[in-house]
């Protein structure tokens, strides 16, 4: 929803859950009791909005610490940027206290785990996969992100998601012409076979035989530039497309949306394992297709999509 369309009453929120109850979930019923419980008491909300108080004193202790967390991490993120990303958790725990923060090393590494802001030296062995590209595709998007029918221009891109159970990734196609999420996996690697799957059900779920030929356009990684998929996008009449090498504004349009999820979404919550995590994302692509409008048309994704 955008600023002027967003419920500010009690009743108007009521009004919107009633109208659209599988949008809304439990955070969200949980914010509007903490908005208006001075006005009605907890337990008459609970009952209204058909959730239980002791799941509600649960999230109200678990925002409070997110809370405290968030103050933390704005601390942090100005010390790693006067230090040029080079601090270890070690060391910012020592930089927390000269502020004034009195902090372990454990929940500084925490949440600096969590909203990747350990030192980039840290993961560099760690992180690095020795792979010669095999495959390198010209950009033919160059810098035009629109379609003029669905189906035409497809962005793909995969993303780190950090939760108390390790690090996953985020596989995501959105659709050029209305930016609509065509399709999304959650993995605990990235790997080409879980890439060409992905798009292999995207194309099933549009219901696209290879007749016409549709453009898939990504960065340079390593499950884009594999003889595997270079067979896979051959076979299934796929012109790929890549970013220039370090150029991320290349493929902008997904780059856009994992920053809104993650700035939206994923950087206000605490995910605990996968199972949260994919329910959080789902939650979010939902909203995002059928609720969110876009700046651009006025209009959801889910609107243009469907219009044809």
């Known amino acids: 929803m955008t600023r002027n369309t967003t419920p500010n009453t009690l009743e108007s929120f009521l009004t919107y859950i009633k109208a659209h109850p599988s949008y809304v979930s439990k955070k969200v019923r949980f914010s509007i009791i903490k908005r208006f419980h001075k006005q009605i008491s907890i337990v008459k909300l609970c009952r209204i909005l058909d959730v239980s108080r002791s799941g509600f004193y649960k999230w109200?202790?678990?925002?409070?610490?997110?809370?405290?967390?968030?103050?933390?991490?704005?601390?942090?993120?100005?010390?790693?940027?006067?230090?040029?990303?080079?601090?270890?958790?070690?060391?910012?725990?020592?930089?927390?206290?000269?502020?004034?923060?009195?902090?372990?090393?454990?929940?500084?590494?925490?949440?600096?785990?969590?909203?990747?802001?350990?030192?980039?030296?840290?993961?560099?062995?760690?992180?690095?996969?020795?792979?010669k590209a095999i495959h390198i595709y010209r950009n033919q998007l160059k810098g035009d992100f629109s379609a003029f029918y669905k189906n035409l221009k497809w962005s793909i891109d995969i993303t780190k998601i950090d939760t108390d159970e390790g690090r996953y990734y985020l596989y995501v196609i959105i659709d050029l012409y209305d930016r609509y999420i065509v399709h999304f996996k959650f993995h605990k690697s990235q790997k080409t076979y879980l890439v060409k799957r992905m798009i292999q059900e995207a194309l099933d779920l549009e219901s696209i035989d290879g007749s016409i030929p549709i453009l898939i356009h990504s960065d340079q990684g390593v499950q884009f530039s594999s003889q595997q998929y270079h067979q896979f996008v051959k076979r299934n009449n796929i012109n790929a497309s890549m970013s220039n090498k370090g150029t991320p504004t290349d493929n902008a349009v997904i780059e856009s949306f994992f920053a809104t999820l993650k700035l939206e979404c994923i950087y206000r919550t605490i995910i605990e394992s996968k199972e949260s995590a994919i329910e959080i994302i789902n939650d979010f692509i939902c909203y995002y297709n059928n609720v969110r409008l876009q700046m651009k048309t006025g209009k959801t994704p889910s609107e243009i999509r469907f219009s044809i």
């Open 60 to 131: 109200s202790k678990r925002i409070k610490k997110e809370s405290q967390d968030e103050a933390i991490l704005r601390m942090i993120i100005k010390i790693q940027n006067a230090h040029r990303d080079s601090l270890g958790y070690r060391l910012m725990k020592k930089a927390l206290e000269m502020k004034g923060i009195m902090i372990g090393y454990s929940k500084t590494y925490r949440i600096m785990h969590r909203y990747g802001k350990l030192s980039k030296a840290l993961y560099t062995k760690k992180n690095v996969i020795i792979n």
